[in-house]
């Protein structure tokens, strides 16, 4: 089974809780006990960045998810952009259980072998204080026409053009 994560906007210590918060819901309780997963999928192709205390974060979290045999997927940004250089200067890429994707679809081909018909995708909104989190069990697919029509509406709300 895999789990998908989608935050959208920017990632710093104030925010970075929040998206903490959803993985250990999936990882830890009831949750894992009727449904455990495999591999977390976390796409930041909606994230505008991340400050250095969310990069920590993801080490933090690939801790949690390295002791329940579960493997981190980063998709959604290349290993030079922003992210990915701070990603790499808390060394979480290249982490044994971890793998990054450029996109979202590799990042599918890749665990579709191992995983099952069926995805839960959580999208975290975050805006200010407020956070808006929102999950959906969908097949691939769906969901890849779902995150097309997201990431449309994301970029016209936030289009810096």
């Known amino acids: 089974m895999s789990d998908i994560i989608t935050p959208l906007g920017f990632l710093f210590f104030g925010t970075i809780t ?17 449904r455990p997963v495999q591999f977390l999928v976390l796409d930041l192709s909606l ?28 998709c959604g940004f290349e290993f030079d952009s922003p992210i990915g250089r701070a990603l790499s200067s808390v060394e979480v890429i290249g ?14 081909e890749c665990e579709w072998i191992y995983t099952d018909e069926r995805l839960t995708i959580t999208f975290i909104a975050l805006q200010g ?18 995150l097309l029509s997201v990431s449309a509406i994301y970029s016209s709300l936030y289009n810096t053009d």
């Open 129 to 146: 204080r407020r956070t808006h989190i929102c999950m959906l069990g969908l097949s691939l697919k769906r969901l890849r026409c779902l």
């Open 95 to 108: 982490q044994p259980g971890v793998e990054l994707f450029s996109t979202f679809n590799d990042a599918m």
């Open 18 to 34: 929040h998206v903490e918060k959803t993985i250990r819901s999936v990882i830890e309780g009831p949750s894992w006990q009727q």
């Open 47 to 74: 994230v505008g960045g991340i400050d250095m205390s969310s990069a920590e974060a993801f080490v933090r979290i690939h801790r949690v998810l390295s002791a329940r045999c579960v493997t981190l997927v980063f």
